[in-house]
């Protein structure tokens, strides 16, 4: 997602005559996009600000903008306040669920460039000339899993209109020559633009000349439905693909997490995919340490995902994140322990890669 936003911002940069640098200190213009999905993630974000002073000291026409997740979190006032006490170079914050006021921001900055003034007559498909295949279908969440920030940080869930959504995919193929598009979304399948549902948005896209191929991340186990599956298996252009992140084995901790659905539901699940679509590949996230999980509540993870036998799978160590319900909850797993369930679980994945090569 925050690939995705970047490259919106970078494409209305480049729509007023900006040209993209890999080198700070090239750079008129800087936008440090954030994620605070894992407290490690924002730490870097704001250590990497810091780095950036001596370069304003140096360049004082820099323009440093501080966007993304990270910036969302600073509408309360004191936060804000503590901030630009301590980075006063930055010159503005874009919170991640008003990308749109960069449009403004750097039309004011680059007014007097002939490139602003025609590039307020494209139409409102911002991307790079380097554009990647991401395309957002919809922004924000509203599922509010208890160890999550991005209800807070990107807000509720807002569907794009199919319309706007098939312009930017044919825009990509016209003008991008990008065949080959995956769809966006905190969580894709619940999807919904007045009667469109997930599965009618794909078979529509599918339906685009030029398009190749697509996919779609992030599913949610809570939302996938029976429409979905017999979409994916009849089409011969949406990747046999399913991110289905299952967090936990046990259903104490699922509920904890407001999940929404039982390691039962996510079993029959898996397998209507498998018997549905034979090649399908399937993979998910899991979180290790959440509080309160004991060791029996770890072992049904473990012994659910050796059944499931995922093609692939993500696994971390439960942070808490401030002003999330879980956040109130004691963080009471100590971290040798969470370390050792997550190496016990990356030793399952070694197993059926191992056996897949023999
Ligand atoms: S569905 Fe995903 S993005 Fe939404 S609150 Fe849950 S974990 Fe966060």
Redesign the pocket.
């Known amino acids: 997602m925050n690939i995705a936003d970047s490259d919106y911002m970078a494409g209305i940069l480049e729509d007023c005559g900006c040209i993209k640098t890999d080198e700070p200190d090239a750079s008129d213009i800087i936008v440090i996009n954030t994620c605070t999905v894992r407290q490690h993630a924002e730490d870097r974000a704001v250590s990497y600000l810091g780095t950036l002073k001596k370069l304003k000291e140096k360049k004082p026409h820099l323009k440093i903008y501080f966007a993304g997740c990270a910036a969302s979190l600073l509408t309360d006032e004191k936060e804000l306040r503590l901030f630009t006490q301590r980075f006063p170079f930055v010159d503005g914050i874009i919170p991640a669920g008003k990308l749109n006021i960069f449009r403004g921001i750097v039309g004011k900055l680059l007014s007097d460039s002939p490139a602003t003034r025609e590039a307020n007559n494209i139409a409102d498909v911002r991307r790079s000339s380097e554009a990647c295949e991401f395309v957002t279908i919809s922004h924000g969440?509203?599922?509010?899993?208890s160890?999550?920030?991005?209800?807070y940080t990107?807000g509720p869930?807002i569907s794009r209109p199919p319309s706007e959504i098939i312009s930017e995919i044919t825009f990509l193929i016209k003008h991008r020559n990008i065949t080959d598009i995956t769809l966006l979304g905190?969580?894709v399948n619940s999807y919904k633009w007045q009667d469109v549902n997930f599965a009618d948005l794909l078979k529509k896209i599918s339906a685009i000349e030029g398009l190749e191929t697509v996919g779609f991340l992030?599913s949610?186990p809570k939302d996938m439905n029976e429409e979905i599956i017999e979409t994916v298996a009849v089409s011969n252009k949406i990747r046999k693909s399913f991110h289905l992140?299952l967090?936990s084995g046990s259903d104490r901790i699922l509920s904890l997490m407001?999940?929404g659905y039982t390691a039962a539901h996510y079993k029959n699940l898996v397998g209507k995919i498998r018997s549905s679509i034979p090649d399908a590949i399937i993979t998910t996230d899991i979180i290790v340490g959440f509080p309160t999980e004991t060791d029996e509540d770890f072992e049904k993870t473990l012994s659910l995902l050796k059944d499931m036998r995922f093609e692939n799978f993500f696994a971390f160590k439960y942070s808490p994140r401030p002003g999330t319900a879980a956040a109130a909850m004691p963080d009471d797993i100590p971290l040798e322990i969470k370390e050792e369930r997550l190496q016990r679980l990356l030793a399952v994945i070694k197993k059926p890669a191992q056996e897949k090569n023999q």
């Open positions: 969440c509203s599922n509010y899993c160890y999550c920030i991005v209800p990107r869930l905190q969580n992030t949610h992140p967090q407001n999940r």
